[in-house]
Protein backbone atom coordinates (compact mmCIF):
# COMPACT_ATOMS: atom_id res chain seq x y z
CA UNK A 1 0.00 0.00 0.00
CA UNK A 2 1.39 3.55 -1.05
CA UNK A 3 2.62 5.89 1.85
CA UNK A 4 4.17 8.91 2.86
CA UNK A 5 7.49 8.75 3.63
CA UNK A 6 9.61 11.51 5.60
CA UNK A 7 13.77 11.61 6.15
CA UNK A 8 15.44 11.49 8.77
CA UNK A 9 13.32 9.96 11.17
CA UNK A 10 15.46 12.46 13.55
CA UNK A 11 17.36 15.17 13.50
CA UNK A 12 19.47 16.81 16.34
CA UNK A 13 20.79 21.02 15.30
CA UNK A 14 22.27 23.72 17.18
CA UNK A 15 20.42 27.04 17.58
CA UNK A 16 20.33 29.13 14.56
CA UNK A 17 21.35 26.09 12.07
CA UNK A 18 19.32 25.43 9.08
CA UNK A 19 17.41 21.96 8.78
CA UNK A 20 15.91 21.05 5.45
CA UNK A 21 13.50 17.99 6.48
CA UNK A 22 12.18 15.71 3.04
CA UNK A 23 9.19 13.92 2.60
CA UNK A 24 8.01 11.42 -0.30
CA UNK A 25 4.24 12.05 -0.21
CA UNK A 26 2.18 9.27 -2.06
CA UNK A 27 2.10 9.47 -5.83
CA UNK A 28 -0.68 10.43 -6.89
CA UNK A 29 -2.05 12.88 -4.20
CA UNK A 30 -2.30 16.62 -5.03
CA UNK A 31 -2.10 18.48 -1.56
CA UNK A 32 0.70 18.15 0.73
CA UNK A 33 0.80 19.49 4.21
CA UNK A 34 3.55 20.39 7.26
CA UNK A 35 2.16 19.91 10.67
CA UNK A 36 4.29 20.00 13.79
CA UNK A 37 3.25 18.38 17.29
CA UNK A 38 5.69 19.89 19.92
CA UNK A 39 5.82 17.20 22.79
CA UNK A 40 2.70 16.47 24.77
CA UNK A 41 0.85 18.81 22.81
CA UNK A 42 -1.90 18.56 19.74
CA UNK A 43 -0.93 18.89 16.17
CA UNK A 44 -0.81 22.22 14.69
CA UNK A 45 -0.82 23.22 10.67
CA UNK A 46 1.98 24.72 9.32
CA UNK A 47 1.77 24.92 5.85
CA UNK A 48 -0.33 23.32 2.92
CA UNK A 49 0.90 23.24 -0.82
CA UNK A 50 -1.28 23.01 -4.05
CA UNK A 51 -0.33 23.01 -7.73
CA UNK A 52 3.42 24.18 -6.79
CA UNK A 53 2.30 26.87 -4.66
CA UNK A 54 1.46 27.66 -1.41
CA UNK A 55 -2.46 27.28 -0.59
CA UNK A 56 -2.52 28.12 3.14
CA UNK A 57 -0.53 29.04 5.95
CA UNK A 58 -0.55 29.36 9.56
CA UNK A 59 0.82 32.12 11.80
CA UNK A 60 3.51 29.58 13.03
CA UNK A 61 4.98 30.02 9.39
CA UNK A 62 6.72 33.21 9.54
CA UNK A 63 9.74 33.66 7.21
CA UNK A 64 11.99 31.45 8.91
CA UNK A 65 9.97 28.51 6.86
CA UNK A 66 9.70 27.66 3.17
CA UNK A 67 8.53 24.92 1.19
CA UNK A 68 9.41 23.29 -1.82
CA UNK A 69 8.62 20.80 -4.45
CA UNK A 70 11.76 20.74 -6.37
CA UNK A 71 11.18 17.33 -8.63
CA UNK A 72 7.67 16.22 -8.55
CA UNK A 73 8.60 14.11 -5.89
CA UNK A 74 9.88 15.21 -2.87
CA UNK A 75 8.00 17.51 -0.58
CA UNK A 76 10.48 19.90 1.64
CA UNK A 77 10.04 21.99 4.88
CA UNK A 78 13.64 24.06 5.53
CA UNK A 79 13.73 26.25 8.48
CA UNK A 80 16.42 28.85 8.24
CA UNK A 81 17.50 29.34 11.50
CA UNK A 82 16.47 27.11 14.25
CA UNK A 83 15.20 28.35 17.36
CA UNK A 84 14.97 26.40 20.45
CA UNK A 85 11.19 26.52 20.59
CA UNK A 86 10.91 24.61 16.95
CA UNK A 87 11.75 21.43 18.68
CA UNK A 88 9.15 19.51 17.39
CA UNK A 89 7.84 16.36 15.70
CA UNK A 90 7.44 17.30 11.85
CA UNK A 91 4.70 15.81 9.93
CA UNK A 92 4.11 15.53 6.36
CA UNK A 93 0.78 14.73 4.98
CA UNK A 94 -0.76 14.64 1.34
CA UNK A 95 -4.07 13.68 0.29
CA UNK A 96 -6.23 14.04 -3.08
CA UNK A 97 -6.52 10.73 -4.78
CA UNK A 98 -6.82 11.15 -8.60
CA UNK A 99 -7.87 7.17 -9.31
CA UNK A 100 -11.07 6.92 -7.67
CA UNK A 101 -9.83 6.82 -3.62
CA UNK A 102 -10.21 8.26 -1.23
CA UNK A 103 -9.61 12.61 -1.46
CA UNK A 104 -10.28 13.71 1.59
CA UNK A 105 -7.99 11.99 3.84
CA UNK A 106 -4.78 12.90 4.59
CA UNK A 107 -2.06 10.40 5.35
CA UNK A 108 0.63 10.82 7.65
CA UNK A 109 4.13 9.94 7.70
CA UNK A 110 6.10 8.99 10.10
CA UNK A 111 7.28 12.40 11.25
CA UNK A 112 10.43 13.51 11.83
CA UNK A 113 12.09 14.59 15.50
CA UNK A 114 13.73 17.69 15.54
CA UNK A 115 15.49 18.85 18.61
CA UNK A 116 16.78 22.12 18.77
CA UNK A 117 19.92 22.65 21.37
CA UNK B 1 -12.49 30.06 14.23
CA UNK B 2 -13.03 26.17 13.79
CA UNK B 3 -12.28 24.49 16.98
CA UNK B 4 -12.27 20.86 18.48
CA UNK B 5 -12.62 19.58 21.99
CA UNK B 6 -11.90 16.40 23.25
CA UNK B 7 -13.09 16.67 27.33
CA UNK B 8 -11.22 13.67 28.21
CA UNK B 9 -7.99 13.83 28.70
CA UNK B 10 -7.19 9.84 29.82
CA UNK B 11 -8.85 6.96 29.74
CA UNK B 12 -8.68 3.41 30.43
CA UNK B 13 -10.07 0.30 29.73
CA UNK B 14 -9.98 -3.07 30.91
CA UNK B 15 -8.74 -5.69 27.60
CA UNK B 16 -12.00 -7.19 25.74
CA UNK B 17 -13.88 -4.00 26.85
CA UNK B 18 -16.01 -1.47 25.14
CA UNK B 19 -14.86 2.14 25.38
CA UNK B 20 -16.19 5.49 24.11
CA UNK B 21 -13.99 8.67 23.58
CA UNK B 22 -16.00 11.87 22.80
CA UNK B 23 -15.42 14.57 20.95
CA UNK B 24 -17.25 18.08 19.86
CA UNK B 25 -16.66 20.57 17.26
CA UNK B 26 -17.78 24.00 16.21
CA UNK B 27 -17.78 25.32 13.11
CA UNK B 28 -20.72 27.34 10.87
CA UNK B 29 -19.79 25.21 7.70
CA UNK B 30 -22.14 22.41 6.08
CA UNK B 31 -20.01 20.34 4.09
CA UNK B 32 -16.68 18.83 6.28
CA UNK B 33 -14.87 15.86 6.98
CA UNK B 34 -14.34 14.18 10.86
CA UNK B 35 -11.48 12.03 11.55
CA UNK B 36 -9.83 10.19 14.42
CA UNK B 37 -6.51 9.38 14.39
CA UNK B 38 -4.26 6.89 16.50
CA UNK B 39 -0.95 7.80 17.80
CA UNK B 40 1.05 4.90 19.54
CA UNK B 41 4.35 5.59 21.67
CA UNK B 42 5.74 5.85 18.09
CA UNK B 43 4.49 8.98 17.39
CA UNK B 44 2.98 7.97 13.76
CA UNK B 45 -0.47 9.40 13.06
CA UNK B 46 -2.57 6.34 11.56
CA UNK B 47 -6.40 7.00 10.27
CA UNK B 48 -8.59 5.06 12.68
CA UNK B 49 -12.24 6.31 10.63
CA UNK B 50 -13.38 8.73 8.26
CA UNK B 51 -16.57 10.18 8.30
CA UNK B 52 -18.61 12.68 5.78
CA UNK B 53 -20.75 14.98 7.04
CA UNK B 54 -23.75 14.39 4.66
CA UNK B 55 -23.99 10.98 5.15
CA UNK B 56 -25.94 10.17 8.39
CA UNK B 57 -25.02 6.68 8.29
CA UNK B 58 -22.02 5.90 11.26
CA UNK B 59 -19.25 4.70 9.82
CA UNK B 60 -17.64 1.68 11.09
CA UNK B 61 -14.34 -0.18 10.56
CA UNK B 62 -14.27 -3.34 11.82
CA UNK B 63 -13.99 -2.73 16.35
CA UNK B 64 -13.88 0.82 15.41
CA UNK B 65 -17.33 2.52 15.05
CA UNK B 66 -18.76 6.43 15.73
CA UNK B 67 -21.71 8.08 16.83
CA UNK B 68 -22.28 11.44 14.20
CA UNK B 69 -24.64 14.09 15.72
CA UNK B 70 -24.79 16.52 13.35
CA UNK B 71 -26.77 18.80 14.98
CA UNK B 72 -25.06 18.18 18.44
CA UNK B 73 -21.57 18.68 16.78
CA UNK B 74 -20.20 15.68 18.21
CA UNK B 75 -18.23 12.87 16.54
CA UNK B 76 -17.39 10.04 19.53
CA UNK B 77 -15.14 6.95 18.40
CA UNK B 78 -16.33 3.71 20.39
CA UNK B 79 -13.42 1.04 20.54
CA UNK B 80 -15.27 -2.78 20.75
CA UNK B 81 -13.65 -5.57 22.62
CA UNK B 82 -10.42 -3.28 23.63
CA UNK B 83 -6.74 -4.91 23.04
CA UNK B 84 -3.47 -4.16 24.08
CA UNK B 85 -2.68 -2.54 21.07
CA UNK B 86 -5.13 0.14 21.29
CA UNK B 87 -3.54 1.98 23.97
CA UNK B 88 -2.23 4.93 21.85
CA UNK B 89 -3.35 8.87 21.93
CA UNK B 90 -6.30 9.45 19.85
CA UNK B 91 -7.07 12.55 18.07
CA UNK B 92 -10.39 13.92 16.74
CA UNK B 93 -9.67 16.19 13.50
CA UNK B 94 -12.32 18.06 11.71
CA UNK B 95 -11.67 19.30 7.68
CA UNK B 96 -14.29 21.56 6.27
CA UNK B 97 -13.54 21.31 2.68
CA UNK B 98 -10.33 21.83 1.12
CA UNK B 99 -9.18 23.13 4.50
CA UNK B 100 -5.92 21.48 6.94
CA UNK B 101 -6.80 19.61 9.53
CA UNK B 102 -7.66 21.43 12.86
CA UNK B 103 -7.32 18.75 15.98
CA UNK B 104 -8.21 18.36 19.47
CA UNK B 105 -5.80 18.12 22.06
CA UNK B 106 -6.33 13.80 22.30
CA UNK B 107 -7.21 11.56 24.56
CA UNK B 108 -5.08 8.78 26.17
CA UNK B 109 -6.14 5.63 25.91
CA UNK B 110 -4.65 2.54 28.25
CA UNK B 111 -5.83 -0.72 27.62
CA UNK B 112 -5.25 -2.77 30.47
CA UNK B 113 -4.73 -6.40 30.85
Known amino acids: EPEVTQTPSHQVTQMGQEVILRCVPISNHLYFYWYRQILGQKVEFLVS????????KSEIFDDQFSVERPDGSNFTLKIRSTKLEDSAMYFCASRGETSGGSWETQYFGPGTRLLVL | AQTVTQSQPEMSVQDAETVTLSCTYDTSENNYYLFWYKQPPSRQMILVIRQEAYKQQNATENRFSVNFQKAAKSFSLKISDSQLGDTAMYFC??????????FGKGTRLSVIA
Open chain 1, 49 to 56: FYNNEISE
Open chain 2, 93 to 102: AFMPGNTPLV
